[in-house]
C-alpha cells in the first residue's frame, strides 16, 4: 500500500520559515519525480516545486530563491525548506510522487498540510 504522509505545517509570521516533510512507503522512492503542490483558498492547486530521481530541480517563480526542495533516498523522504513565507504562501500543500513505467504512470499524493502565514 502506498501512503504519502505531510509534516511540518503551521502557522508563521510573514517572513518566517517551515520545513515541510513527505514521508513515502510502498513506492520504490528513488526512482520517482517528486513534487509540491499547494492550493490557496478559493485558488486552483498550483505547482510550486519538483526534484527528480537525477536530483534536478525546478521551480514556480512566485517562490524561486525562498524555498528549497530536496530528497533522501535513504529516508524515503523528501522536504520542502520555506523561507520569506508571505500571506501570499498561505494554503493546504500536498506532496506527490510521480513514475512512468511502460505499463502506466503511477501518480500518488498525500492528504495536504497546512500553511498558514500572517502577523
Known amino acids: 500500500q502506498v501512503q504519502l504522509v505531510e509534516s511540518g505545517g503551521g502557522l508563521v509570521q510573514p517572513g518566517g520559515s517551515l520545513r515541510l516533510s513527505c514521508a513515502t512507503s510502498g513506492i520504490t522512492f528513488q526512482y520517482y519525480t517528486l513534487n509540491w503542490y499547494r492550493r490557496a483558498p478559493e485558488k486552483q492547486r498550483e505547482f510550486v516545486a519538483r526534484?527528480?530521481?537525477?536530483?534536478?530541480?525546478e521551480y514556480a517563480d512566485s517562490v524561486k530563491g525562498r524555498f528549497t526542495i530536496s530528497r533522501d533516498n535513504g529516508k524515503n523522504t523528501f522536504y520542502l525548506q520555506m523561507g520569506g513565507l508571505t500571506p501570499e504562501d498561505t494554503g493546504a500543500y500536498y506532496c506527490?510522487?510521480?513514475?512512468?513505467?511502460?505499463?502506466?504512470?503511477?501518480?500518488?499524493w498525500g492528504q495536504g498540510t497546512q500553511v498558514a502565514v500572517h502577523s
Open positions: 506527490n510522487a510521480w513514475h512512468e513505467l511502460s505499463a502506466g504512470v503511477h501518480n500518488y
Open positions: 526534484i527528480n530521481s537525477a536530483e534536478h530541480t
